[in-house]
């Protein structure tokens, strides 16, 4: 099967279309031909570090595809549905490629709603929202969300998960994106480029932090009491945790994982009408590098989708 590899780490150019053999599922797993993945900035992190592994990984997590067999003793699918999900994360999943194996529960079934594309668009994302807003800080209705890089692939779902959850949202971003932050439910936007966030928003129950560096600190000024940060940047972030204690407030720094609830939490939202991918750019799988080189510019608003099979 075709699949992209990378026999280095470096920039987008070090990615390649290989061929290798198509995975088997074992007891408790599904094969999936994919239609369509999405490239994330945990990608890019990967593709240049190799990430926890060490060296060089076959990058992607989302999915969004038909299943073609079904390993021993599952019995949430069946060959021919469609399913959409984010496999294995934090562990490899190598969802660039024709087909993947992945536990039956990593996945729930795709809204009729959606495209393979827009599908394929959401779950690292959404999962994202999903667990820094509930699992993590516990969002309640009536609080007020701030998030940093509302237009881009985490920030614009997670305004639209807050605004479904009865959150007040702020969110940053620069000025010509204002509308589209607006669009999603965004009660305040603030453009990042001319105005000091920190001063512009207050009583801020809850931060997700999509950009790291001096953004953590700086958003600790914006909290009330009890308030709390969940920085999704950089390990690096942990730090801040110290700072934000010292100040009386929380911060944490998470990472995503699979999640079967949460993905079927996340499709109840798109049945409802409550959330909808921004898709910017759709490129065949071949085109994975040029899809990075797009990514890595940091002006993407929404998600780039890359296509599989028809």
Not at 88 to 100: C, D, F, K, N, W
Not at 267 to 282: F, M, N, Y
Request: aromatic fraction near 4%.
């Amino acid at each position: 099967m075709r699949a992209i590899g990378q026999d280095s780490l470096g920039g987008p150019e070090v990615l390649k279309i290989v061929e290798v053999g198509r995975p088997e599922p074992g007891p408790g797993e599904v094969l999936v031909r994919v239609h369509a993945t999405s490239v994330n900035p945990t990608d890019f992190w990967h593709r240049v570090t190799g990430g926890l592994a060490g060296g060089p990984i076959r990058l992607g997590w989302d999915v969004s595809g038909v299943i073609e067999e079904v390993g021993l003793g599952v019995t949430l699918f069946e060959p021919g549905e469609e399913v959409f999900g984010m496999p294995l994360q934090p562990r490899p999943a190598g969802t660039y490629a024709e087909y993947v194996v992945t536990p039956a529960r990593h996945l729930v079934r795709k809204p009729a709603s959606l495209s393979h594309v827009q599908a394929a668009a959401l779950p690292l994302v959404a999962l994202t929202g999903w667990q820094a807003l509930v699992d993590t800080a516990r969002v309640r209705p009536g609080h007020r969300v701030l998030v940093h890089a509302a237009a881009g692939g985490v920030g614009h779902v997670t305004v639209q998960i807050a605004k479904a959850l009865g959150a007040y949202v702020i969110g940053t971003a620069s000025g010509p994106k204002h509308d589209f932050v607006r669009g999603l439910g965004a009660d305040e936007v603030i453009d990042h480029t001319r105005t000091d966030f920190a001063s512009a928003a207050g009583d801020v129950d809850i931060v997700v932090d999509t950009i790291g560096g001096e953004y953590g600190p700086r958003s600790l000024w914006t909290l009330r009491e009890g308030g709390m940060v969940v920085s999704l940047a950089s390990p690096a972030e942990t730090g801040l945790a110290v700072h934000a204690r010292a100040l009386g407030f929380r911060s944490t720094f998470m990472i995503v994982e699979a999640d079967h609830a949460g993905m079927r939490e996340i499709a109840a939202l798109v049945d409802s009408g409550r959330l909808t991918p921004e898709i910017q750019t759709v490129l065949p799988l071949e085109q994975a590098a040029r899809a990075h080189e797009i990514g890595e510019t940091g002006r993407t608003t929404g998600k780039i989708v890359l296509t599989v099979a028809d």
